[in-house]
């Protein structure tokens, strides 16, 4: 089981950036994944995150309306369209697999993930 999250960079307020979560190992189709984002000196944040089985998608109040998470089952890998970015969304992001718990989506606590990718750096900066 693979995950590797890439596509940040730096990016001015306002702008837009898409992360990917490129998966292997698994059906990425019938499990829940989920986008976090951490930053120096604070807990890790469930930013949202796709259901098992579904399409369904659910959101942090600082990501609803700015951010969107879909999956391209056939390849193997889940998007965060992030739009509207604001320096308060600077951190790390990661995506994350819930493949034994069954508690992801739509909760998005970093407890319920069981594999993780490496982070992404996203720097929000004018």
């Known amino acids: 089981v693979q995950l590797q999250a890439s596509g940040g960079g730096v990016v001015h307020p306002g702008g837009s950036l898409r992360l990917s979560c490129a998966t292997s190992?698994?059906?990425?189709?019938?499990?829940?994944i989920g986008w976090f984002r951490q930053v120096p000196g604070k807990e890790r944040e469930g930013v949202g995150c796709i259901s098992r089985d579904s399409d369904i998608t659910y959101y942090s109040d600082s990501a609803k309306g700015r951010f969107t998470i879909s999956r391209d089952s056939a390849k193997n890998t889940v998007y965060l369209q992030m739009i509207g970015v604001e320096p308060e969304d600077t951190a790390v992001y990661y995506c994350?697999?819930?493949?034994?718990?069954?508690?992801?989506?739509?909760?998005?606590?970093?407890?319920?993930?069981?594999?993780w990718g490496q982070g992404t750096q996203v720097t929000v900066s004018s």
């Open positions: 190992g698994f059906n990425v189709a019938v499990y829940a």
């Open positions: 994350g697999l819930d493949m034994f718990k069954w508690k992801l989506c739509p909760g998005t606590k970093p407890e319920f993930v069981d594999y």
